[in-house]
């Protein structure tokens, strides 16, 4: 059936609402960590706290998308948002680094459970021609946390202490729950169906240990359990294989990649997270060493880049919508990044400051043209009934693409300043004000070897863009279909509605 426009908005209010907390909760604690980690006496963990969160997200993404399809979006929706929240209570209550972390991974979990189940949850409640304008109000969550949150986390640890930073969620969180608990339909998922334990059980060792390894790789201290960790993600990368290849239920069914709009469409939605996601911790970074600005002047890049996100996400979710055209977009997204990423390889060091802000601005601009469109466009290429499991395979392979490569980045940035540095520093020591508190000669020289470093790395991230215009061209085009879900695999009202 469908929804009445007046729970429809109810509906996308609270999914945007769960959506935007749980995305704040990824980057509100950024700015609060090492006021956590010394509060609680264990710098040396500190890392974790964030380790932790994505990667039980990341492992789980498969699991909770396969769940939705079997018992239903609606339950596993529910489920994540009360996790969730006892889990934000646990944070703010921890008493050590250990029950942070713990609660920490759940928050992950959860997180991840409402990410993939809003996306679904749209997909079932509406037509695939409506499907862009919604996703895209709940993707704009993201871009809006990586803009307020760094802010917004300084702010409440300053002047409120930094449980609140966790807190927060509550209040927001349990109105958006007693929404969803409303408006959110019950979805038949058909014939009862079995689970795929053991391929879910191989790929969440295969995952854990990949980010494990490519996290360890490069410190020389780790670098052996880095080789164990890569030689467990070969043997548990095989069984999961072969697992999949025999399961009636496969937790990922591989042929979904026989299907040329899949393959395409998981291809662009890795290019967003190699390509964009991977490089933008580092801008920051960049900006302070190369153009010798300050802390808060290096961040006007990264905001203008994701405020050009924003901006493309919501108008190509709503052209999409109104013409069903999809594949337009994605060409000129992919090919408006390769373009940017290539400007910024070229530019000199010392230009002035608003150029890159243009510049980046017009890679987010490129990048949010399709990044809520291409979740939209998967879905309507599977069955209704594997809808969870297409949306979390594509949201997988994004935050796959982030994490790989922002280490290999972070890998070859450390590499060549370590190979590069005047002898007068230590790599390990050198921090922006020591820098700008140098000699005018050392500076420049910091300077110019931090530009010579990211000229390959963006150089690489263009060619990523261009080998994702190849997959927008060989996405197949056409229209997206203004027809409501057959009556068999229709949504109904909660019990409690």
């Known amino acids: ?94 008493q050590d680094m250990t029950q942070l972390v713990v609660a920490r991974v759940a928050q992950g979990m959860s997180s991840a459970g ?125 069984a999961f294989l072969a697992i999949e290849m025999r399961a009636p239920e496969p937790i990922l069914p591989l042929g979904f990649f026989a299907d040329r709009t899949i393959a395409a469409g998981v291809a662009l939605s890795a290019i967003i997270g190699i390509g964009l996601f991977s490089v933008t911790a580092y801008l920051p970074t960049y900006f302070q060493m190369a153009y ?51 400007v910024m390889a070229l530019l000199p060091v010392g230009t002035p400051l608003w150029v890159p802000m243009v510049v980046m601005f017009g890679v987010g601009i490129g990048t949010g043209s399709f990044m809520s469109l291409i979740i939209a466009v998967v879905q309507g290429a599977v069955p209704r009934h594997e809808t969870g499991t297409i949306t979390a395979t594509t ?19 450390g590499a060549g300043i370590a190979a590069r540095l005047p002898s007068s520093l230590d790599p390990s020591s050198l921090t922006p004000s020591l820098v700008h508190g140098s000699a005018p000669a050392i500076q420049a020289e910091v300077a110019q070897i931090y530009g010579d470093i990211f000229v390959p790395v963006f150089a690489a991230l263009a060619l990523t863009y261009a080998v994702g215009i190849v997959a927008a061209v060989l996405l197949p085009s056409g229209r997206l279909s203004d027809e409501p879900a057959p009556a068999a695999e229709s949504v109904s009202e909660p019990a409690n509605a």
């Open 114 to 238: 409402i990410q993939l189940m809003s996306q679904t949850i749209v997909a079932h409640v509406t037509t695939p021609r409506q499907r862009p304008r919604y996703l895209s109000i709940i993707g704009a969550a993201f871009p809006i946390a990586i803009l307020v949150g760094p802010v917004l986390g300084g702010l409440i640890t300053d002047y409120w202490g930094w449980p609140w930073v966790f807190w927060i969620n509550l209040p927001f969180g349990l109105v958006a729950l007693a929404l969803a608990a409303f408006a959110v339909p019950h979805v038949q998922t058909g014939a009862p169906r079995r689970f795929d334990i053991g391929g879910a059980v191989t790929f969440t060792i295969a995952l854990v240990a990949l980010v494990l390894g490519v996290t360890w790789v490069g410190a020389p201290e780790t670098a052996l359990s880095a080789v164990v960790a890569f030689a467990i993600v070969a043997v548990a990368l095989a």
């Open 1 to 94: 059936m469908s929804l009445s426009p007046l729970r429809l908005r109810l509906l996308v209010a609270s999914l945007l609402t769960v959506a935007f907390l749980g995305a704040l909760d990824h980057t509100i604690v950024a700015t609060s960590l090492a006021t956590v980690a010394g509060e609680l006496g264990a710098l040396e963990h500190m890392s974790w706290v964030v380790v932790g969160y994505t990667l039980a997200g990341t492992a789980l993404y498969p699991v909770l998308g396969k769940l939705g399809d079997l018992v239903g979006p609606r339950l596993v929706f529910l489920t994540s948002v009360a996790v969730f929240l006892a889990a934000s209570l646990a944070c703010g209550f921890a």
């Open 395 to 413: 949201n997988l392979v994004r935050q796959l693409g982030s994490t790989l490569g922002t280490a290999v980045i972070g890998g070859v940035i």
């Open 292 to 342: 010798r600005t300050s802390a808060t002047v290096s961040g006007l890049v990264p905001i203008a880049t994701v405020f050009g996100m924003l901006v493309a996400n919501l108008t190509t979710g709503w052209l999409a919508s109104r013409t069903g055209r999809y594949r337009g977009y994605t060409i000129f997204g992919t090919g408006l990044a390769a373009i940017g990423l290539a």
